[in-house]
């Protein structure tokens, strides 16, 4: 089968021929629907692969689509063959304390375990085929499209998941501001407004992804620089922010966010881009909340679907095949890709 394979570290992967995965004792086999590209397989393959010592060559694609085909012992009886799921990534050990509560993803033991997620460890669904460890992490995504589905998996899943912490703070008086109007603040802006009655403020580099935003119903659209926190200051009477989401967490956003954020907001860094926050006494604004949340858990993703079953979330595409996939991260690199750019193997 064709799978598209990070080989080398600090390298872009290449479409590689490899054999076809058979299921082993309770994993379950997908043919592969749609595979999303995230800026993380950007982070992966320039420094990640080797930070993690993650086994090269290896199958890109976390945000997974397909049909189930197959079934190893223990999983057969768990699932329906042809039926249509996405893969939950970041699924842990199920057993210890984190996961009792339902926080899989920050389970205790999935590093020692080396339970890792798929396109982030092991092989992942940039591919014709991809294998899942466990049954429970098939999610059943009914009629929806598998190429919008796909990003629900990340791209949607992980702004929820961070506005579930915020979303007490995000009244009718308060704005939220989404930094990076990507594959995940696109969706970001309408988690927001659809979850809650604050006003949304975009920040972005590019004017075509700020437009972007507009159209999915920002109410404010502003060039992501120096001027961006007096802006922000402008239209919440001088204060900033109840709510901050850096959907880029490079220093320059960073930098930018700790400007915008108001007493006793919330600061969520999620985007990977390497900036460091100085937090403390006299350096973030009083009792300022900072996280730094990590992908989401599998009832958020049961939200997420259902959010997305009821027209709530419209997930702007791009569509490669497997041939253009290694062009389609090439644009990801670039800041070219408008929304999510998804694979249909
Ligand atoms: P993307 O490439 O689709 O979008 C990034 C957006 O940020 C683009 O619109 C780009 O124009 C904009 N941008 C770039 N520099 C900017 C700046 N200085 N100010 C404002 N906007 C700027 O990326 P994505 O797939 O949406 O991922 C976003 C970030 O989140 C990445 O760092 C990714 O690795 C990370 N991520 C984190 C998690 C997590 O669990 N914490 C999960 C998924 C992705
Ligand atoms: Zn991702
Ligand atoms: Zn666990």
Not at 104 to 116: H, M, P
Not at 122 to 141: K, N, T
């Amino acid at each position: 089968m064709r799978a598209i394979q990070l080989i080398e570290p600090k390298k872009f992967p290449e479409l590689r021929d490899i054999p076809e995965p058979t299921p082993g004792p309770g994993q379950v086999l997908l043919k592969v629907t749609a595979a999303g590209l995230c800026h993380s397989d950007i982070a992966v393959m320039e420094h990640y692969a080797v930070a993690n010592n993650y086994p090269l060559p290896m199958t890109l694609g976390h945000e997974c689509v397909g049909t189930i085909v197959d079934a190893g012992e223990g999983a057969r009886p768990l699932v329906t063959m042809g039926e249509n799921v996405m893969v939950y990534g970041p699924g842990g050990c199920g057993r210890c304390r984190m996961c009792s509560t339902g926080y899989e993803n920050y389970c205790y033991n999935a590093a020692a375990l080396n339970i890792t997620p798929p396109g982030l460890g092991h092989d992942g669904g940039c591919a014709e085929y991809m294998l899942v460890d466990r049954a429970r992490y098939c999610v059943p995504i009914g009629d929806l499209d598998p190429v919008t589905a796909a990003p629900l998996t990340d791209a949607a899943l992980t702004p929820y998941h961070a506005l579930q912490h915020s979303r007490s703070k995000l009244d009718a008086n308060s704005v939220a501001v989404v930094i990076g109007v990507g594959g995940l603040g696109h969706i970001a802006i309408q988690l927001i407004k659809h979850l809650t009655p604050a006003e949304v403020v975009a920040l972005d580099i590019s004017d075509e992804h700020l437009s972007l935003a507009k159209k999915l119903g920002a109410d404010f659209c502003f060039k992501s620089d120096k001027d961006a926190p007096g802006k922000v200051k402008d239209i919440t009477h001088g204060h900033g922010a109840e709510v901050v989401f850096d959907f880029v967490g490079n220093q320059a956003t960073i930098d930018l966010g700790v400007q915008m954020t108001r007493v006793r907001g919330d600061w969520n860094i999620v985007g990977i881009g390497g900036g460091l926050a100085n937090v403390g006494f006299g350096a973030t604004p009083f009792e300022c909340q900072v996280f730094s949340p990590y992908w989401g858990t599998r009832t958020d993703l049961y939200d997420v679907v259902a959010l997305a079953q009821r027209g709530a979330i419209k997930i702007h595409t791009e569509k490669y095949n497997l041939d253009d996939g290694v062009e389609a991260y090439h644009r990801l690199h670039e800041g070219k890709v408008m929304g999510r750019a998804v694979l249909v193997p």
